[in-house]
């Protein structure tokens, strides 16, 4: 596999955020749903995931920056030592030991017996610890997460809902959305990353949710805020208005005399609290937004010529400048 660094088109020094955006942007530009049919960007798309999953764990990149790791998240495999093999602790040449300097000896005046079992004892020793590298080779290891986006709407965020995911091999996965869900958010489906190495579990599929803009309403925390317009005679007389939930309509009483800016909470008919109990839920603020009719009334004109010849009042009075 390439340098992830390169993969992702990133610095080494980049920072996490930046990283995550450079991720996001090819994720969404390679993504299978959108490259239906197109094997490359497929194959690009698991190679964007693959060095995201590498570099986008702190604890990975860190190694991988150190070279611990290779681009694959494989552990890096040290050479031997210098010196080559050098039995029963005597370098090659050392006249002090059984070998000399023209290379491989026998002293018949050394116990040879003590010699082989020297050099045979090395040799077994050698295999055994080749044995236990192999081992340590052969042992199970934990497939790579796989990291996803996923697109849903404003209402569904707040709701709850369920959408299919297409993974990059063309499986498919069915996401549970909890209902309060935030954008940015991450969902972990467990075992459904990369399949993993000698009888090893599989990685996560990581999801990260981006909930769309609503045209009219906004979140606040756990709160949910609109802005509402209400006629004149709504203002002045009071009235009871549809106001829109994400439950659906429900009917709030404007009170009489309301002004624009007039602000009505509707207690629980927010988003879902984070880890609360299923029935507790933030709060929903409508303000009320005084809108006059389009066109010009000549009947509202005179009404309102005659009414404020004996009730004038001054809204502006604090608004002046020395």
Not at 126 to 139: C, E, L
Not at 195 to 206: F, I, M, Q
Not at 221 to 242: C, F, N, Q, R, S
Not at 283 to 301: C, G, H, I, R, T
Request: proline share 6%; charged share 30%.
């Amino acid at each position: 596999m390439r340098d992830p660094y390169q993969v992702l088109g990133v610095a080494r020094g980049v920072s996490a955020e930046d990283l995550r955006k450079a991720y996001r942007k090819l994720a969404k530009e390679f993504h299978p749903d959108r490259n239906q049919g197109n094997e490359k960007a497929s194959e690009r798309f698991k190679e964007i995931s693959a060095a995201y999953d590498l570099i986008g764990d702190p604890e990975k990149r860190a190694k991988y920056d150190r070279g611990e790791i290779d681009a694959s998240g494989q552990p890096r495999t040290r050479g031997f030592g210098g010196g080559g093999f050098r039995p029963g602790g005597a370098g090659a040449g050392d006249a002090r030991g059984p070998f000399g300097a023209g290379g491989f000896g026998f002293d018949p005046h050394a116990g040879g017996e003590d010699i082989f079992d020297e050099i045979f004892g090395q040799m077994r020793r050698g295999r055994g610890a080749a044995g236990a590298g192999g081992a340590r080779a052969n042992r199970p290891m934990r497939g790579a997460d796989r990291h996803f986006n996923l697109k849903i709407g404003f209402l569904d965020a707040a709701r709850g809902c369920k959408r299919r995911l297409t993974m990059p091999d063309g499986k498919q996965l069915d996401v549970a959305i909890p209902a309060g869900l935030s954008d940015g958010q991450q969902i972990r489906l467990r075992h459904q990353g990369d399949a993993g190495r000698n009888n090893g579990e599989a990685g996560d599929a990581l999801i990260e949710v981006t909930v769309e803009p609503h045209p009219f309403f906004s979140r606040q925390g756990d709160d949910l805020h609109l802005e509402l317009p209400v006629t004149l005679d709504e203002a002045i007389l009071g009235a009871k208005i549809p106001v829109p939930t994400i439950d659906g309509m429900v009917a709030v009483g404007v009170p009489k005399g309301a002004s624009s800016g007039t602000t009505l909470r509707l207690k629980g008919r927010g988003f879902p609290l984070k880890g609360g109990a299923s029935d507790q839920r933030g709060d929903q603020y409508v303000k009320l937004k005084l809108v006059l009719p389009e066109k010009p009334n000549s009947a509202l004109e005179k009404l309102i010529e005659g009414w404020v010849k004996s009730n004038k009042y001054d809204v502006r009075a604090k608004y002046t400048v020395d």
